[in-house]
């Protein structure tokens, strides 16, 4: 099992900027992709960004230019620097890992942290 702890999350006015992290804790799996997925009220989880072990980047078009995915693997640590919050990112965001043992591939979620986003 992964456990992961997300944390940074809270209220902020449009235009300004939060920076969220998440620790995966130590485990037999090997965590090859983490990332961050947000949730709205009423609507489906979505993809915000995904980094994998080596670096490599995806980010959902709406975050493009405003956030950045970035990792320590040392640490099993996921940071989310997210700039120029709009209302619209108001929502719980869940860190995500990847992982895998052997054969065996397994996802994994934090519990969520709440960001909003108003004046």
């Known amino acids: 099992q992964v456990q992961l702890v997300e944390s940074g999350g809270g209220l902020v006015q449009p235009g300004g900027s939060l920076r969220l992290s998440c620790v995966a804790s130590?485990?037999?799996?090997?965590?090859?992709?983490m990332g961050w997925y947000h949730q709205a009220p009423g609507k489906q989880r979505e993809l915000v960004a995904t980094?994998?072990?080596?670096?490599?980047?995806n980010y959902a078009d709406s975050v493009k230019g405003r956030f950045t995915i970035s990792r320590d693997n040392a640490k099993n640590t996921v940071y989310l620097q997210m700039n120029s919050l709009k209302p619209d990112d108001t929502a719980v965001y869940y860190c995500?890992?990847?992982?895998?043992?052997?054969?065996?591939?397994?996802?994994?979620w934090g519990q969520g942290t709440q960001v909003t986003v108003s004046s």
């Open positions: 130590q485990s037999d799996f090997s965590i090859i992709v």
């Open positions: 995500n890992a990847v992982g895998v043992e052997g054969i065996y591939r397994r996802t994994f």
């Open positions: 980094i994998t072990r080596s670096g490599a980047t």
